[in-house]
């Protein structure tokens, strides 16, 4: 069944989240390590949807199992996909981490009918066939890039992900959107901070250039996103969401071109009009 606000909200997510890469190359840019850069991400994106939420008068506290879900997915789900994938780009091109992580909505489909019982029609299935593709072309590949230890980082990433993605699927049936979001964030603040502190990799930005950079990320590539997708979840399930939020390397490579001036190709742009074509497929199943 259709559902076009759900679907434009996680597309927004997933132009949202398409700035992260383009706003983390000018964070590198400024001299500020990974762990400073997670921790400030999501301090920053807590600080913004709880004073958004206390204005409004919406921000509600958890308890008992749901209190330990929302942390979890936030200190142990979101913490370490990301985590993951940034350990990834170590050993592999961008490009490749992007198409290996982009295998997580295939788990997500595979979860949601071992474990949500959502409907997956052929159309999803070819929905999900059709933006994949995309998100190869879009991606690059570069077979001499290739490491196997960088793919299984990488795939360690996507199936962290995908398991984030259907236990927020099943928290949303308790716990709506927004204080779901509320608590995933200063969760996964916590796990860079503490781990910053004992690496001793987190330093403080003393640039405004660099703060402007950090908020961005915090506001614009967090917040915003994690918000979006869940209230988008929560209306067209976690195996169509999932499909959606390809559209993401096409929001990047488009960002990429227009402030860092990135070479765009055909086959770039023939790939991101596959993912759009997938997106818009699933939106009509």
């Given at each position: 069944m259709s559902d076009r606000l759900g679907t434009g909200l996680v597309a927004l997510s997933a132009i949202s989240f398409g700035t992260l890469g383009v706003l983390g190359k000018l964070a590198g840019a400024a001299g500020l390590t990974i762990p400073t850069v997670l921790a400030l991400r999501f301090s920053v994106a807590?600080?913004?949807?709880?004073?958004?939420?206390?204005?409004?008068g919406e921000l509600r506290m958890l308890s008992g199992r749901s209190l330990l879900i929302g942390l979890g997915l936030g200190g142990l789900g979101y913490a370490t996909m990301s985590a993951?994938?940034?350990?990834?780009?170590?050993?592999?091109?961008?490009?490749?981490?992007?198409?290996?992580?982009?295998?997580y909505p295939v788990i997500v489909v595979g979860l949601s009918i071992a474990v949500l019982d959502e409907p997956v029609t052929p159309k999803t299935v070819a929905a999900l066939a059709v933006a994949?593709?995309?998100?190869?072309l879009i991606a690059g590949a570069d077979p001499s890039g290739v490491d196997i230890r960088g793919v299984c980082i990488v795939l360690g990433a996507a199936v962290?992900?995908?398991?984030?993605?259907?236990?927020?699927r099943q928290a949303?049936?308790?716990?709506?959107?927004?204080?779901?979001?509320?608590?995933?964030?200063?969760?996964?603040a916590a796990s860079f901070v503490i781990f910053g502190g004992f690496t001793g990799q987190l330093h403080?930005?003393?640039?405004?250039?660099?703060?402007?950079?950090v908020v961005a990320i915090g506001v614009f590539a967090t917040a915003i996103p994690i918000f979006t997708f869940f209230a988008g979840m929560s209306r067209i399930g976690a195996s169509r969401a999932s499909i959606v939020s390809t559209f993401e390397p096409a929001g990047t490579l488009a960002l990429g071109a227009i402030v860092l001036g990135e070479p765009v190709t055909l086959v770039t742009v023939f790939g991101g009009a596959l993912v759009v074509a997938g997106v818009v497929l699933v939106e009509t199943g």
């Amino acid at each position: 069944m259709s559902d076009r606000l759900g679907t434009g909200l996680v597309a927004l997510s997933a132009i949202s989240f398409g700035t992260l890469g383009v706003l983390g190359k000018l964070a590198g840019a400024a001299g500020l390590t990974i762990p400073t850069v997670l921790a400030l991400r999501f301090s920053v994106a807590t600080l913004f949807v709880w004073g958004w939420l206390g204005v409004r008068g919406e921000l509600r506290m958890l308890s008992g199992r749901s209190l330990l879900i929302g942390l979890g997915l936030g200190g142990l789900g979101y913490a370490t996909m990301s985590a993951l994938y940034f350990l990834g780009l170590e050993y592999l091109t961008a490009g490749l981490v992007g198409i290996v992580l982009y295998t997580y909505p295939v788990i997500v489909v595979g979860l949601s009918i071992a474990v949500l019982d959502e409907p997956v029609t052929p159309k999803t299935v070819a929905a999900l066939a059709v933006a994949l593709s995309g998100v190869v072309l879009i991606a690059g590949a570069d077979p001499s890039g290739v490491d196997i230890r960088g793919v299984c980082i990488v795939l360690g990433a996507a199936v962290v992900y995908a398991l984030y993605i259907v236990i927020g699927r099943q928290a949303l049936t308790t716990v709506d959107s927004r204080t779901l979001t509320a608590h995933v964030l200063p969760a996964a603040a916590a796990s860079f901070v503490i781990f910053g502190g004992f690496t001793g990799q987190l330093h403080m930005p003393t640039e405004l250039s660099s703060w402007a950079i950090v908020v961005a990320i915090g506001v614009f590539a967090t917040a915003i996103p994690i918000f979006t997708f869940f209230a988008g979840m929560s209306r067209i399930g976690a195996s169509r969401a999932s499909i959606v939020s390809t559209f993401e390397p096409a929001g990047t490579l488009a960002l990429g071109a227009i402030v860092l001036g990135e070479p765009v190709t055909l086959v770039t742009v023939f790939g991101g009009a596959l993912v759009v074509a997938g997106v818009v497929l699933v939106e009509t199943g």
